[in-house]
Structures are given as C-alpha cells and as structure tokens.
C-alpha cells in the first residue's frame, strides 16, 4: 500500500484460514495475511505497488473467465475476486515459475505487478505464439497451451541458445507478459558478486558503478 484517502478502514487477517495462508504464503509467495481496505460511505481509495521495479496493470476477473496468475505476481483484488493458490503443472515448475502460483475466480478485479512493461497477447481461435517461461505474467485458465525446450528434443540446443524451456500457448484467450526476466536478472547479479564468478572477481562489479 502506498497510499490510501482518508476514512478508510484496515483489517488484516488469515484470509481463508490457517492452511490457505500458509499455502499462499509458502507455496504461492504472497503473505500469509491478507489486509482487507474498507471505504466509509461517500467511497475513497488505495493505491498499491508491487515489488518488482516495472508496471502495474490489472485483469478483469469474470465466472467465465478465471486467470492464473505466476508465483510474486499478484498484488490485491477487489471485493468479489478470490485468489487461491494453484498448481500450475510441471510446465510451470521446469519452467522456473515454482510450479506453484495463484488462480483467480470470481468478478472483478485482480491486480499484478510486472518486471519491466507489461505486453498483452490477445489469440484467436487457433492462432499460437511461443513465450519464454519467464516471461509469463498470467493467463487466461481455459486457454490451451503445453511446454517444451527452446529447441524441441535438444537439451544441448536449448542450453546453447539460453532459452532453456518455453510455453506454446494456443487461442482463444489472453496472455500477459512482462518485458524482463526477473529470474534472468538474479542470476546476472548472483554472477556479479565477488566469489560467485572466480574468474571476474571483483572486475565482475566493473558494469555496475560505470
């Protein structure tokens, strides 16, 4: 929270019980208390940010139309949405997501923060595109899709190309990218400290102070 307009009521509590908190916290990477913002009568509020140094955008949750939103995505949610923890396959665990992440069902909104620019892919029917797993926000549940190596059947390949694993999604229905690799980027910066790359040494640091 960063903001919120005056009048307005806090509550935090174990959304969901005991276990569901723990599951969102350890499994999906959220909190394990959910803090509920009331408006007074004549209305008011909330501004909100997420961890991630990029946009903050938000997805229309309907009944017909749930989204599954990857692990340190999700932010809050309007009155009416609700978000559980989700397994979200073997794709998503090879894929470096956690395996784990969170669905939304309900109606209205649902509130992700991204790392970089947030890009919208809306398929038609029978049109496909290929997304590198870490650059999944979320996506619409009831659109097909599947994972496989960069390069199909060529670990060698794919290892090479640096792509590693990527998701073939297939329309109808939307996917939400974000423009930066957030695990992609710790790792560059695991790489930079002195004593985790022997041969830059403290060298290693030189791109981040020119």
Same mark, same amino acid.
């Given at each position: 929270m960063i903001a919120h307009s005056s009048g307005i009521q806090l509550q935090a509590k174990a959304e969901g019980g005991l +276990?569901?908190?723990?599951?969102r916290a350890a499994l999906g990477g959220g909190s394990f208390?959910?803090?509920?913002?009331?408006?007074?009568?004549?209305?008011?509020?909330? &501004?909100?940010a997420g961890v991630l140094p990029g946009d903050v955008t938000y997805i229309p949750i309907t009944p017909e139309r749930p989204f599954y939103i990857t692990?340190?995505?999700?932010?809050?949610?309007?009155?009416?949405? &609700?978000? &559980?923890?989700?397994?979200?396959? +073997?794709?998503n665990m090879f894929g470096g997501e956690g395996g784990f992440g969170f669905r939304a069902t309900g109606n209205g909104l649902a509130v992700v923060n991204v790392y970089g620019a947030i890009d919208y892919l809306d398929l038609q029917p029978g049109?496909?595109?290929?997304? &590198?797993?870490?650059h999944v926000v979320a996506y619409d549940l009831g659109i097909q899709f599947k994972m496989r190596r960069a390069?199909?059947?060529?670990?060698?390949?794919?290892m090479k190309t640096g792509e590693g694993?990527?998701?073939?999604f297939a329309g109808p229905g939307r996917?939400?990218?974000?423009?930066?690799?957030p695990d992609a980027f710790a790792s560059w910066v695991a790489s930079a400290i002195p004593g985790n790359n022997p041969k830059e040494g403290i060298g290693?640091?030189?791109?981040?102070f020119s």
């Open positions: +276990m569901k908190g723990l599951k208390f959910i803090t509920t913002y009331t408006a007074p009568a004549e209305g008011g509020w909330v &501004d909100v692990r340190g995505s999700w932010i809050a949610n309007s009155h009416g949405v &609700d978000i &559980d923890t989700q397994w979200g396959g +073997m794709a049109e496909t595109v290929t997304v &590198d797993t870490g390069v199909a059947g060529k670990s060698m390949q794919s694993f990527v998701f073939d996917v939400l990218l974000q423009t930066r690799n290693g640091l030189g791109g981040l």
